[in-house]
């Protein structure tokens, strides 16, 4: 069966939900399905988009519930006949009671903490939907501890294009990257958000060089905190030890020079950027918080350590930096696990959501279901 989905995502940075909107709307499309993206204007997502030929729609939403990006939304669904508006942040979900009630709604929820706001706002908002997408086990938790019904939520991870990270020239990397062949290196691809936990990999470091280590860190990404964590790096004395690579189009390059890839997250959904370092057979150190662990079994795919702890972070980063044969052991165990977590079946599983959400309105049932 052949749909019409409006995917609405009006943020205007570019990092991992965007991933998945970028991923999921470039396959729905090359599998017969007709798509356009609601997007802001001139942001990076709209960008990629279209270098893949994806018809997209601008959408600036200053606010939540911004009532003129919520009646443009609706003007957009009604020129483009939608079949499904589907929904991939809050902002975006703020925009549903705009929607035609007629339209089948559904909404991805990315984040492991509870959606913001009074309990009768958040069911009243979520209500507006036909079905609730969670990508791990700990999104449906913060889910349903909101009272939103665990029967319309369905688990469905989110997915990396595996295939993208084989055989990653890690010399060629290095160079022009310009880093010495012989340094050892951790990476980390988040955007520059307090909860991404950066500041406490800059203690790590710290911590590092006090003992000695010679670590070079890659920090890949753009956010808020960037010159609060530049100004950080100069405080503990790492600044010449952390090369502030920015946006970067294509990680593979980032992840093919690093020796360990590191996710010093306080809150994370699930972890595109932990997907992306197994796929690409390198270990990750990450904090067991959220759905990191259902990736990441501690001693196999990487190392877990507490949230928010650095000096447990700098002891398993020393640990994985001073093990050839641990790192080679955890990173060809996360190539094999990043296998169940492909971009085919996460589209598939979203498309088998829309499949039921559209028969619930027929029958007036939504079954949620785990991927």
């Known amino acids: 069966m052949s749909l019409r989905v409006l995917h609405v995502d009006p943020e205007r940075g570019f990092s991992g939900g965007e991933t998945q909107v970028l991923a999921l709307a470039t396959h729905l499309r090359d599998h017969g399905h007709a798509i356009l993206v ?35 939304l609706r003007a957009a669904a009604a020129r483009f006949r939608a079949d499904i508006v589907h929904h991939h942040t809050s902002r975006a979900l703020s925009l549903a009671p705009y929607v ?57 991870p989110s997915g990396v294009a595996v295939e993208s990270y084989r055989g990653l020239d890690r010399s060629a990397s290095r160079a022009a990257l310009g880093v010495d062949a012989a340094a050892p290196v951790v990476a980390i691809v988040a955007s520059l958000h307090a909860r991404k936990g950066h500041a406490v990999l800059l203690d790590a470091l710290a911590g590092l060089a006090r003992d000695g280590s010679a670590a070079l860190c890659l920090a890949a990404g753009t956010g808020p905190e960037g010159d609060a964590l530049h100004d950080r790096a100069r405080r503990l004395g790492v600044a010449a030890r952390v090369r502030w690579l920015g946006q970067v189009a294509d990680v593979c390059p980032v992840l093919a020079a690093a020796d360990v890839v590191v996710m010093p997250s306080l809150a994370e959904g699930l972890g595109v950027a932990a997907m992306e370092a197994m796929a690409a057979g390198r270990p990750v150190v990450a904090s067991a918080v959220g759905g990191l662990p259902e990736l990441i079994a ?52 979203t498309a088998s959501v829309y499949e039921r959400a559209l028969a619930g309105r027929r029958t007036g049932r939504m079954p949620g279901t785990t991927e």
Not at 54 to 72: N, Q, Y
Not at 330 to 342: T, V
Request: charged share 25%.
């Open 298 to 349: 501690d001693g196999e795919q990487g190392l877990l350590v507490p949230p928010g702890d650095a000096a447990a972070l700098a002891e398993a980063l020393a640990r994985c930096l001073g093990d050839t044969g641990l790192r080679d052991r955890l990173g060809e165990s996360g190539r094999r696990r990043a296998e169940a977590f492909s971009t085919v079946a996460m589209a598939r599983g």
């Open 100 to 156: 035609p009630r007629d339209v089948v709604q559904v909404v991805t929820r990315r984040m492991d903490y509870a959606p913001r706001g009074a309990g009768p706002y958040v069911r009243w908002l979520y209500g507006r939907t036909d079905a609730v997408i969670a990508i791990s086990r700990a999104a449906h938790a913060a889910l349903a501890a909101r009272g939103i019904d665990a029967a319309r939520i369905a688990i469905v």
């Open 38 to 72: 609601a997007v802001h204007p001139g942001g990076p997502l709209a960008a990629r988009l279209a270098e893949r030929g994806i018809a997209t729609t601008p959408l600036g939403c200053r606010f939540g519930h911004d009532p003129r990006a919520g009646l443009a």
